[in-house]
């Protein structure tokens, strides 16, 4: 048996909800080797956050363990009071959370949130000796002027810093066990790099054992030593990162690599090297007639100094019949781009043109008439669908807007569109919240075809999804563009979503287009060291 | 005070946000509404039904009055029996079946009251909330607050001693007063509701904005507005006896529940029931309206 640091036998967890119980970990057992990154994964329902909550005692006010144990340095835990409990939090076992912005207590200075960890776990530290290791620690997780960050507040602070922060006080007593919760999933990609190697660099120094709960095959394969698959409340696998990848044993794992191109073999291949793995036939050549073309446009929100630059003189081409893919990180203008192609956000200067019409100099009425043939998925479908209509009515609604047809004709074409989009029929009448997120995109997409668009815009179109449903909805609109010879505008933050269907592409970086070219061209042939840093991911 | 009425969770879209995945547990939880649920909503029942036996009683008060309510058909000052349930006044009225067709003037005014309220408001306040920031908005926003400024039973009298006393003219008078919350708190709902993504894919659609508002908004606005109508039909109804008991109201020998509670106090000392069985019966109803608002309230 390995010197496990923290073992876990056997634990149930339960989450009451009104009269009913409802099992999110059902007996599970994992051992976490000293000194090792041990990365919890698994799909959204897993219980990957539930057991990581409730091994440092974080359960909300519904959850009880009815059963089990957890073993901590020898010592099942779960036999301490509350009380009794406190004291390891914090000194012996750190807790990196998830959400950055709502983790730091925006009232207060960083400093005296670093120097109230001290406090907490009762630090013997002089006032002096703790300034002292604050300033330490933070150069560790890379601030380079950490005597003036210690005035600020929060709020003047970006999601990567905080998150650093967050680290840096995860580790500030040093305790023997860190358990960060997807620390970097709320970040951008490169940041979410920073905070991952300031993890690193932390864990190294202070000889910490971590766990690290996250959905990111990729991030895991390369983050962690050992690796624990869970799949709704159970342990599928578990076992070195290396074998496990390379070798699943468990149908769930081999569904879960499958699903992500980016993990083949036991490593993770680059973007480049998984976009020349995947086979594409013979790509048909681009068309020549342009359905979107972006020339010079400038977009500002708000005056003044206050105001933010949205896009900076942006052109650019969208071929009928292909998909081109808008790629940046948040704040970079490529949903700004988006609207105002959809004409929900006016241009400042500059042209658009959607289909040949300006979209800048139309009528309200020709608008109408313009989105007859340009229609949007939005990112969530959580938030995308009225949850007080069934299904019949939100896909049906561009129908009866535009008033296509007989009540008799709009209900066949619904059926007709559930069909396309692969669902049942008799979900005509299931509303929103009966259907699980992959499905709601899918509903999504069935409204957006009901009037037989043209261009579709795609924001965003699966980042709310889990990586096996990400795989079949992107599939799904492969398929339908195939089938209907749609053009394609998606906006995304994943270039690795971009190398599996688009024909053409541009990145977008503070409301500049970067680079710009085909697929090819950027992926494998990268020019902008933007680009080039995305790609490196 | 109204602001404080505006509900502070977002509308409509919060429980549907929760995550994707048990999907089996989900869909078993919305096909059999747990058991505290099914119990809040026959508690609604339960009151819904009170309500409705009231508005009956209002409708056709000689199904359960014993007597006429303004003959003298007693001794003055009996006290509750078996003939006179609630015993007779100064003048030996039945005070059982004057409370009985007091309730009819009461909720017949009040409705008014709400329903002058609830149109005005919410005409106000979507309004001025499709386009928060435009000049009609601001327009409305400062008409509205000017409204209340005043205070409402010094509104209640400016209007009355205009337009004459009476049930109808106060019932107006509260209803103009109360239009402010309502303006508020529709304003506030429809600002919230216009920003949910799916309001904006109606848009995208192609949904014009009348079949946003009718389809989108106003379902989602809908919930906060009836719970908050349940309690304004209380303060409402108090409002109106309270008119009446200064006198701005019904007049004696009216049986509105104000004038019997005002008539009654001068002998509280030797028949307490003159006055004290009319503010009870009052209490009783606005307590259950309350309880209703907040039935509701908690349902969604």
Not at chain 1, 360 to 388: A, T
Not at chain 1, 471 to 480: F, K, T
Not at chain 1, 517 to 534: F, M, N, P, S, W
Not at chain 2, 218 to 245: D, E, R
Request: hydrophobic share 45%; with cysteine; aromatic share 6%.
């Amino acid at each position: 048996m390995t010197d496990a640091i923290l073992r876990v036998t056997d634990l149930t967890v339960t989450y009451r909800r009104d009269d009913q119980v409802d099992t999110a970990l059902d007996a599970v057992s994992i051992e976490v080797p000293r000194g090792k990154v041990t990365a919890i994964i698994g799909e959204s329902g897993s219980g990957k956050s539930t057991l990581a909550h409730a091994i440092v005692r974080l359960l909300p006010h519904n959850g009880g363990i009815p059963a089990g144990a957890i073993d901590f340095e020898g010592e099942n835990v779960l036999e301490r009071s509350d009380k009794a409990f406190r004291p390891l939090r914090g000194r012996h076992v750190g807790f990196v959370p998830q959400d950055p912005i709502a983790s730091l207590n925006p009232t207060r200075t960083i400093g005296a949130q670093l120097r109230e960890s001290f406090k907490l776990a009762h630090s013997p530290l002089s006032p002096a000796a703790v300034q002292e290791r604050i300033l330490t620690d933070l150069r560790d997780v890379g601030f380079t002027d950490p005597e003036t960050l210690l005035t600020r507040y929060p709020h003047e602070l970006s999601g990567g810093m905080r998150q650093r922060i967050l680290v840096a006080i995860a580790f500030s007593q040093r305790p023997a066990l860190v358990i960060a919760d997807e620390p970097t999933s709320a970040l951008d990609v490169l940041v979410g790099q920073d905070v991952l190697r300031s993890i690193h660099e932390a864990r190294t120094k202070h000889d910490s054992t971590v766990v690290l709960i996250t959905h990111d095959l990729a991030l895991a394969s390369r983050n962690a030593d050992h690796v624990i698959v869970l799949q709704r409340g159970v342990v599928a696998e578990a076992g070195p990162v290396a074998e496990v990848f390379a070798d699943p044993q468990h149908e769930y794992t081999r569904a879960l690599l499958a699903s992500s191109a980016r993990v083949a073999e036991g490593r993770v291949l680059s973007i480049a090297e998984a976009y020349a793995r995947h086979d594409r036939g013979t790509a048909p050549a681009l068309s020549t007639d342009v359905a979107i073309r972006l020339d010079g446009v400038h977009k500002r929100f708000g005056s003044g100094r206050g105001g933010t630059v949205a896009m900076e003189g942006v052109s650019l081409e969208v071929p009928r019949g292909s998909t081109f893919a808008l790629v940046g990180e948040s704040g970079s203008g490529k949903t700004t781009t988006s609207r105002v192609i959809l004409g929900l956000e006016s241009a400042d200067a500059g042209t658009v043109q959607v289909l040949g019409q300006d979209v800048g100099s139309l009528k309200r009425k020709q608008l109408r008439d313009l989105r007859r043939r340009v229609q949007v998925v939005y990112q969530s479908p959580f938030e995308s669908l009225n949850p007080r209509l069934s299904l019949r009515g939100i896909i049906g609604e561009p129908l009866d807007a535009f008033k296509v047809g007989t009540p008799t004709e709009r209900a066949a074409r619904v059926a007709e569109l559930l069909e396309l989009v692969q669902l049942p029929a008799a979900y005509a009448e299931r509303r929103p919240r009966e259907l699980s997120g992959g499905q709601r995109q899918r509903v999504a997409i069935a409204r957006a075809l009901a009037i037989q668009p043209e261009v579709v815009v795609l924001d965003e179109p699966v980042s709310a999804l889990d990586a096996t449903v990400q795989a079949q909805v992107l599939d799904l609109l492969g398929e339908i563009q195939r089938e209907l010879g749609l053009t394609y505008f998606l906006v995304t933050h994943d270039l690795a979503v971009v190398a599996d269907v688009a024909q053409t592409v541009a990145v977008m970086r503070r409301g500049r287009i970067v680079e710009q070219g085909t697929t090819d061209q950027v992926i494998l042939r990268a020019e902008d060291t933007y680009t080039k840093a995305l790609l490196a991911v | 005070m109204t602001d404080t009425l505006l509900p502070d969770t977002p509308v409509g879209v919060g429980a549907a946000k929760t995550g994707s995945g048990p999907v089996a547990a989900a869909v078993a939880r919305a096909a059999e509404p747990p058991r505290r649920r099914r119990r809040r909503l026959k508690e609604i029942h339960v009151h819904l039904l009170l309500l409705a036996a009231l508005v009956v009683i209002a409708v056709f008060p000689t199904l359960v009055a014993t007597h006429d309510p303004f003959e003298l058909d007693g001794i003055p000052f009996t006290s509750p029996n078996g003939t006179h349930f609630f015993g007779t006044d100064e003048i030996g009225r039945d005070l059982y079946s004057r409370v009985v067709h007091g309730l009819q003037i009461s909720l017949f005014s009040a409705t008014l009251a709400v329903v002058v309220a609830l149109v005005l408001g919410s005409v106000v306040g979507i309004l001025s909330g499709l386009r928060p920031g435009s000049w009609l908005d601001r327009v409305l926003g400062v008409g509205t607050e000017a409204v209340m400024a005043v205070p409402a039973v010094l509104l209640a009298l400016a209007v009355i001693t205009t337009y004459g006393r009476g049930a109808f003219v106060a019932a107006i008078a509260i209803g103009l007063g109360e239009a402010t919350g309502f303006a508020r708190l529709v304003r506030g709902v429809v600002i919230q509701s216009s920003t949910f993504t799916f309001v904006e894919a109606a848009r995208t659609c192609g949904a014009g904005p009348i079949r946003t508002i009718t389809r989108h908004i106003v379902p989602n606005v809908f919930h906060p507005v009836l719970s908050y109508t349940a309690l304004q039909f209380g303060l409402a109804l108090l409002a109106i006896g309270s008119l009446s008991y200064l006198g701005f109201g019904e007049a004696p020998p009216s049986p509105e529940w104000g004038v019997l509670i005002a008539g009654g106090q001068k002998y509280l000392a030797h028949a307490w029931w003159v006055a004290i069985i009319p503010g009870l019966a009052l209490t009783a109803v606005v307590v259950l309206l309350n309880r209703i608002a907040y039935l509701l309230q908690e349902d969604h």
